[in-house]
C-alpha cells in the first residue's frame, strides 16, 4: 500500500540560530533513510535542552555526521518530485532551507505540512493517534526516521478511520 513521503528533522535548538543536524524520512513504500548532518562551521548555537530531547551530541555529529552537501543531493536524489510531509512545517521548513542554503542546493521535492492531508474529524483524532502508534512501536528515541514512520502509519489510520 503506497502512502505519502513522511519527513523530520531533529535541530541544535528550537530558535533563532538552529540548524538541522539529522534528517530522516519515510518513503511512499515505507523505506527509511536517515542521517546525521555534520555542522558548517558557521552553525555554533547549541541548546542543551534540545539534546536532552533527541540525544544527539555535538560530539556524535563531529564524527558520524554527513557534509551539508552529501545530504542535500540525498534527499534531492532520493525525494525529487514528490511532496513530502512534516507535523512541523513551521520549524522544518526553515532548516531544510538552511541546509539547502549552506551548499547552495535548492530542495527536489516540496515540503508541505501533513494537516493539509486531514479532514476537520481526523485532525480531531491526530493526536490521539500518534500517541498510540508511538507506544505501540515502542519507540525509545526521538529520532528522524522513527517519527517520520510514526507520522506516517498515523495519517494512514486516521484516514482509514481506524483510529
Request: aromatic share 10%; hydrophobic share 40%; with cysteine.
Amino acid at each position: 500500500m503506497s502512502s505519502p513521503a513522511f519527513i523530520d528533522l531533529e535541530a541544535s535548538g528550537f530558535g533563532r540560530g538552529s540548524y538541522p543536524i539529522e534528517v530522516g524520512f519515510v518513503d511512499g513504500a515505507g523505506q527509511p533513510f536517515c542521517t546525521l548532518i555534520h555542522p558548517e562551521p558557521d552553525w555554533v548555537h547549541w541548546d542543551d535542552q534540545a539534546e536532552a530531547v533527541h540525544g544527539i551530541s555535538r560530539a556524535v555529529l563531529a564524527t558520524h555526521g554527513r557534509s551539508a552537501e552529501w545530504v542535500a543531493a540525498a534527499l534531492n536524489e532520493r525525494l525529487a518530485g514528490q511532496t513530502v510531509y512534516c507535523d512541523g512545517w513551521a520549524q522544518d521548513y526553515p532548516w531544510l532551507a538552511r541546509l539547502y542554503d549552506a551548499v547552495d542546493l535548492t530542495p527536489s521535492f516540496r515540503l508541505e505540512d501533513l494537516r493539509t492531508l486531514l479532514d476537520e474529524a481526523q485532525a480531531a483524532r491526530w493526536h490521539a493517534t500518534v500517541d498510540r502508534v508511538r507506544d505501540e512501536l515502542s519507540l525509545g528515541r526521538h529520532r528522524a526516521s522513527s517519527d517520520a514512520k510514526v507520522l506516517q502509519i498515523a495519517v494512514q489510520r486516521v484516514r482509514a478511520g481506524s483510529a
